[in-house]
């Protein structure tokens, strides 16, 4: 998986390096800023950025206006540090869209396990091992198994596969199809896609007829 990025925002340079050590650990990128209006400029110069750790008590800007600022444009989760405890700067928060709060002060190993969850929630990082309708999926080990049986697939059957179960219920062309999984690699045609599905339903057994044929468009993974 890519490396995801972080913003942490509070003028404490100490907080700042102690949430970076953490997160670095963790293998995340970090970015910092010391005040809310760099945070902004920042935000919208770097457009990896996958979550925000954000103070409230801030120069130039405080948080308040960062988040507000941000959830014009952009549904980035946000987590809010703040030294108060006070259930109405809670609400004030979330009705801002913030995504978490925590009050300082707080435990580093706590903090990056809510980054994780959201990061989670939000779907920013897909676990690696899926099951569905008796098929285990474990894309870091690039493995299937269907029923307890391991089976046997080439490296884009495998691809077709995990794009077909991350995109459950969903009628996909041959195009999309050819521009997610072969990318910009493939200069063939459609038919090719085809082939393809052909021989993983046919390695599939009856789970192959989870893979459903949309005449004259391409193709849907749908759990019968």
Do not use: C
Not at 12 to 27: A, M, P, Q, T, W
Not at 68 to 75: A, M, V
Not at 103 to 109: G, T
Not at 156 to 176: D, M
């Amino acid at each position: 998986m890519a490396q995801l990025t972080v913003l942490v925002v509070d003028d404490e340079e100490r907080i700042r390096k102690l949430v970076k050590d953490f997160l670095v650990k963790k293998d995340f990128r970090v970015l910092e800023a010391g005040d809310g209006e760099r945070a902004v400029e920042m935000f919208f110069n770097d457009k990896d950025i996958d979550l925000i750790i954000l103070d409230v008590m801030m120069p130039k800007m405080d948080g308040w206006e960062v988040a507000k600022t941000i959830r014009e444009y952009s549904k980035v989760p946000i987590i809010m540090l703040t030294a108060r405890g006070e259930e109405r700067d809670e609400l004030k928060g979330f009705d801002l869209g913030v995504d978490e709060y925590i009050a300082k002060p707080f435990s580093p190993k706590i903090l990056v396990a809510r980054v994780d969850a959201l990061l989670r929630r939000s779907n920013v990082i897909k676990d690696e091992v899926t099951d569905v309708g008796g098929i285990v999926l474990d894309k870091s080990a690039h493995v299937v198994t269907i029923d307890g049986q391991m089976i046997d697939l080439s490296f884009k059957e495998f691809e077709l596969l995990t794009y077909f179960i991350e995109n459950q219920g969903i009628a996909l062309s041959r195009e999309k199809i050819l521009n997610n999984v072969w990318n910009y690699d493939y200069f063939g045609d459609a038919r090719t896609i085809d082939t393809h599905v052909k021989k993983l339903r046919s390695k599939m057994g009856e789970k192959g007829d989870y893979i459903k044929t949309i005449w004259g468009m391409g193709y849907k993974f749908e759990v019968n």
